[in-house]
């Protein structure tokens, strides 16, 4: 039986793509239930109609909360009744009532080396810093932005004449390996989270998770 998923966007969608195409490959056994989108122009709504996925849109503007939109978007993704919610580049800030309703179930990926370089412009403030690695971090989500246990890392080196657009291009490439992986473990029982940490095969992962390796 395969594993049923929900996945929120707010943009593009590559991330969604990859969850797709790994799942069309045989590589992932998932269901992906439904898509939503807070905004009604998100290309990811496009791929997930291509591949015949719900969509769904709930336009936070809408809202005259941030309590109310999460309620309705809480109602929404319940409906389906999945088993994990992947966030794939949804640009909110979510409530802690919200959160914690999907305590264990939710994912997040961030374009950083967590707890490195936690919010927006992680790229520019990598180069800015003079650090020698930058990457990408899928975690549990928590009430706090950016904070939940991390699964999985991957890096890269940021050489001399990097700017933020070539070190997301970088970046990019791994979330497309990485998060599918972290899904992967997820939806196969590997993984799972307590007040300790996250867990991989019943192994405590390090405060940076498992680092992925190319070679």
Request: aromatic content about 8%.
């Amino acid at each position: 039986m395969s594993f049923p998923v929900v996945v929120l966007i707010s943009g593009s969608g590559s991330n969604l793509q990859a969850l797709i195409d790994q799942s069309l490959a045989g590589q992932l056994n998932l269901e992906i239930c439904a898509v939503i989108s807070n905004k009604a122009n998100a290309f990811g709504l496009q791929r997930a109609k291509q591949a015949g996925i719900p969509t769904h849109v709930l336009d936070h503007t809408h809202y005259s909360s941030r309590e109310l939109f999460d309620t309705a978007l809480q109602e929404c993704i319940d409906a389906y009744q999945p088993k994990l919610v992947v966030l794939a580049g949804f640009m909110r800030i979510l409530t802690e009532k919200f959160t914690r309703h999907y305590q264990g179930r939710m994912f997040n990926i961030h374009p950083s080396l967590l707890p490195k370089y936690k919010g927006l412009n992680t790229h520019a403030r990598a180069i800015l810093a003079k650090e020698k690695f930058h990457g990408v971090s899928v975690h549990f989500v928590s009430a706090e932005l950016d904070a939940g246990a991390v699964i999985i890392q991957a890096k890269v080196e940021i050489l001399s004449d990097d700017t933020p657009e070539t070190l997301a291009q970088k970046v990019h490439k791994l979330e497309h390996i990485i998060y599918p992986q972290a899904v992967k473990w997820f939806s196969e029982g590997r993984l799972a989270i307590d007040n300790s940490g996250a867990w991989l095969d019943n192994t405590l992962l390090p405060e940076t998770g498992f680092q992925y390796s190319s070679s």
